[in-house]
């Protein structure tokens, strides 16, 4: 029978992959993770603030970190940088905010970054946008992985992430929709859903890693969807909400400091793992139930998309299979509020040198230039490089010979998040990033 060799090279595959050693590739990014350090000028220019004034706080808040000192220069670690913002913040001379936590009142956004197609940079554009939000405005960030692959997670993971385990729990679980055979919903405690997220090496950054069991959810979510009243559409939405009754913010900047003004290490340390303040979602590339799920939870949904003409067709099916389920919903549930937040198209992968790519961009923004945005990611030699050890431009520590294109790519990164946070967040502050990209491609 045909099927009786496939499936002694299936059985031949599963043992050899048994006994390699798959980590082994893995070790050395997960033991260096976030080895990358900022200088004085750097950390500066992420707070915004001049150097001059940070080199005299620095003598004055008896907390301030030490960094490392090599010569005259002095770096930081994005820990330091978060416990510098603090020190900063929570300083009742302080002029203005430099951490900007939600306030009690305000629910957790949530930002899902979703494609039909593969390889069009959801996963390096949703790990930059958390990385960016963190280390310019302090925000603490909860990754959700909602890819079999765990492509976003292998950005965050450190040596003590439990990636690829059986028991890790999977936004399956955090959905409740973990056994494939169970005809409702396993219902979580507020508690319960904070202890599924796992601590990151960055500041304020938990995640739900991917894996396997995700593909569980879709098989249980489709039978709950077959014999009973269970709105499969809003599982995470809901989750996410019962989550958030538990798991709010409960420290306000003010209190990061006693009654004579010291700081408060252990509040601070508190206030950094109590809760986040937006959770951003990478998507896999395909619409299943799982993926619908994240685009129903979402505030603010991107498109990572490249600008290719068969690329662009997967856009038009993507859309339209939304398009089709939203009208479901709508006739299931007239009133659910879905995406009150601003939505859109990140071009990706831009080549710049012909201008095929670039041409379909100004067209597509011209008829759509609410959902269109200006800014882009150009296809970069040093982020594919970067990509390669599962590293983003944040944390890439170049070759010589890469310096250059690394940094033209942070500039890139930093024009695209500064757009992506100026609609998703227009009441924070937005830094000159975007201005400068749009003035430079576009006058
Ligand atoms: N701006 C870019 N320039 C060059 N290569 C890129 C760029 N963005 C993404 N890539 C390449 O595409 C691959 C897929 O990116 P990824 O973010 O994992 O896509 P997706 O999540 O959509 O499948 C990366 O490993 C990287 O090599
Ligand atoms: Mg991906």
Same mark, same amino acid.
């Given at each position: 029978m045909a099927y009786g060799q496939f499936e002694q090279f299936i059985r031949n595959m599963s043992r050899v992959m048994g006994a390699v050693n798959t980590k082994l590739q893995r070790d050395l990014t997960l033991r260096t993770r976030v080895a990358r350090r900022f200088s004085m000028v750097e950390v500066a220019s992420l707070l915004g603030v001049d150097t001059t004034y940070l080199t005299r706080i620095s003598g004055e808040e008896p907390l301030f970190p030490e960094g490392e000192r090599r010569g005259r220069e002095r770096t930081f670690s994005p820990s330091e940088i978060m416990l510098i913002r603090a020190l900063i913040g929570s300083n009742k001379a302080a002029k203005r905010p430099y951490l900007y936590w939600r306030d009690q009142d305000t629910p957790v956004k949530v930002v899902t970054f979703g494609a039909q197609? /593969? /390889?069009? /940079?959801k996963s390096l554009s949703a790990a930059h946008f958390a990385q960016y939000v963190n280390l310019h405005y302090g925000l603490r960030v909860g990754v959700i992985d909602a890819d079999p692959q765990a492509t976003i997670s292998l950005y965050f993971a450190d040596e003590d992430l439990p990636l690829f385990e059986q028991d890790t729990p999977t936004l399956a679980d955090f959905m409740g929709v973990d056994d494939p055979g169970a005809q409702r919903l396993t219902n979580r405690s507020a508690a319960e859903l904070d202890a599924i997220w796992q601590s990151s090496p960055w500041p304020g950054v938990k995640i739900i890693p991917g894996g396997a069991n995700i593909q569980n959810g879709d098989i249980s979510l489709f039978f709950m969807s077959q014999q009973s009243q269970v709105p499969v559409y809003r599982v995470l939405k809901d989750a996410i909400a019962t989550w958030d009754q538990g798991n709010g913010p409960k420290t306000p900047i003010a209190d990061l400091r006693d009654a004579s003004g010291n700081f408060d290490m252990v509040a601070y340390e508190t206030a950094l793992a109590e809760t986040v303040d937006v959770i951003v979602i990478d998507q896999q590339p395909s619409l299943t139930l799982m993926q619908l799920n994240g685009l129903v939870a979402a505030d603010s949904v991107v498109i990572p998309q490249t600008m290719k003409g068969f690329d662009l067709a997967t856009l038009a099916t993507y859309v339209s299979n939304i398009g089709e389920y939203l009208e479901f919903i709508m006739g299931f549930e007239a009133d659910l509020e879905i995406g009150a937040g601003e939505h859109m198209v990140l071009p990706t992968i831009v080549q710049e040198q012909n201008s095929q790519d670039t041409d379909q961009i100004l067209d597509l923004y011209r008829k759509a230039p609410r959902e269109v945005m200006q800014v882009w990611y150009s296809r970069s030699d040093a982020i594919a490089n970067a990509a390669e050890e599962y590293k983003s431009i944040y944390e890439y520590l170049p070759p010589k010979t890469r310096r250059t294109s690394a940094k033209a790519f942070m500039t890139n990164a930093n024009a695209v998040n500064d757009a992506l946070v100026q609609r998703i967040w227009p009441d924070l502050p937005p830094r000159d990033f975007a201005k400068t990209f749009i003035e430079e491609r576009w006058s």
């Open positions: 197609k /593969g /390889g069009t /940079g």
